[in-house]
């Protein structure tokens, strides 16, 4: 295991040295992080834990790395992510898992804006999101596969902000709730999960669970509501005419 103190240090230092250590040590633990950005982009084959705030796009392009942070992250973490894990015990800002296309990325409290925006999946790479507190507005803008799980634990706040899945024609949404968010695009369908919806996320409740200490059984056996791209009323019928 490496330890780096990344106190005062540049970001560009700071991602060089990460980068360095992970390839002969596979296990990295950064502490006193505040601010630097993109640390982890790229990397594959190791474990980094990071002791404080990272800056913006943590694990940008992230391709096998398990990445875990014990406070808060800012914007863009997990940008154009691949492959690999990233866990986080406080919360996220803004354009989570921005043009994500595989991995999973787990935040223990509640995301900014944009979260999941322009998502994707291909095969058997299917990208997933989950949140143990709420979303703000725009969640799953422009999604285009992959899935998204918002628990909506510990927040007085509404699960998700304004204009759910706007522009979405991929992957699907999973709310904890009875009720679907009000104004969703006419392009979006809502229905109460059944079993095969609930069979699709157990897996990843399951591991969810393990990680932040959580009742998988109370977490599964909740109400859920599905967010999906409505194929009666897609997208191209506002831009083709009938």
Same mark, same amino acid.
């Given at each position: 295991?490496?330890? @780096?103190?990344?106190?005062g ?25 505040? +601010?630097?950005r993109?640390?982890a982009?790229?990397?594959? +084959?190791?474990?980094?834990?990071i ?15 398990d990445i875990?942070?014990?406070g ?12 690999g894990?990233?866990?986080?015990? %406080?919360?996220?800002?803004?354009? $989570? +898992?921005?043009?994500? !296309?595989?991995? !999973? @990325? ?5 995301? %900014? ?5 322009h998502?994707?999946?291909y095969?058997d790479?299917v990208?997933? @999101? ?6 703000g507005?725009?969640?799953?803008e422009?999604?285009a +596969?992959?899935? @998204? ?10 699960i998700?902000?304004?204009?759910t899945?706007? %522009? ?23 229905h ?24 998988f059984d109370? $977490? ?10 409505n ?12």
């Open positions: 295991m490496r330890k @780096i103190n990344a106190e240090m540049h970001f560009r230092t700071l991602n060089e040295v990460v980068k360095s250590a992970a390839q002969s040590d596979k296990s990295v633990v950064i502490d006193n992080c505040m +601010g630097q993109y640390i982009a790229g990397l594959s +084959g190791a474990d980094v834990m002791n404080g705030t990272p800056g913006n796009a943590l694990g940008a392009y992230l391709n096998g790395a875990t942070v014990s808060n992250v800012q914007d863009a973490v997990g940008d154009t992510m691949n492959d894990r990233i866990t986080v015990y %406080g919360s996220a800002g803004d354009a $989570l +898992g921005y043009a994500m !296309r595989g991995g !999973r @990325i787990y935040i223990k409290g509640n995301a %900014g804006y944009r979260t999941g925006i998502m994707k999946e095969k790479k990208p997933v @999101i989950v949140l143990g507190g709420s979303a507005s725009f969640l799953g422009y999604m +596969g992959g899935v @998204i799980i918002v628990l909506g634990l510990d927040t007085d706040v509404p998700v902000g304004n204009f899945g706007t %522009g979405m024609h991929g992957g699907r949404i999973f709310l904890r709730s009875k009720t679907a968010p009000k104004n969703l695009p006419e392009q979006v369908s809502a109460s999960a059944n079993r095969e919806d609930m069979a699709e996320i157990s897996d990843i409740l399951k591991e969810y669970a393990d990680v932040f200490s959580l009742d109370a $977490l599964a056996s909740d109400d859920y509501c599905v967010l999906k791209p194929a009666k009323n897609p997208y191209k019928r506002m831009y083709t005419p009938n």
